[in-house]
């Protein structure tokens, strides 16, 4: 399934917000909180955690990954937790707004 626009940036922050991750483990986590039906490019998740970090949403540290190698582990700012929340109530009032134009019927117009 294909990603709206500007919802990688909301995805990536839910996924942070359950825990610190390194890049491909967000990659992974959305996936699995998806239940496989969204596969995000690592082309477009890299670029998008930059942005996130250089925006003080996320912050970053060096660690050990599972496989001992070393990793770039992200967690959520204050900042972050707070730009999720708002993000995620807008999405929720958006998503809201669209069914109930689809829901229309004829005869309510």
Do not use: F
């Not at 060096?62 to 109530?89: F, I, P, Q, V």
């Amino acid at each position: 399934m294909d990603l709206l626009q500007g919802t990688l940036d909301l995805l990536i922050l839910k996924a942070v917000s359950l825990g610190p991750l390194h890049g491909y483990g967000i990659l992974l986590r959305i996936q699995q909180i998806s239940k496989d039906r969204l596969e995000i490019q690592q082309g477009s998740l890299y670029p998008a955690m930059y942005r996130l970090e250089h925006q003080g949403w996320i912050t970053s540290e060096w660690g050990e990954s599972e496989n001992k190698r070393k990793a770039k582990y992200y967690r959520l700012t204050a900042a972050g937790k707070r730009r999720l929340l708002t993000e995620a109530d807008k999405w929720n009032r958006m998503t809201d707004v669209i069914a109930g134009i689809l829901g229309t019927k004829p005869e309510e117009v």
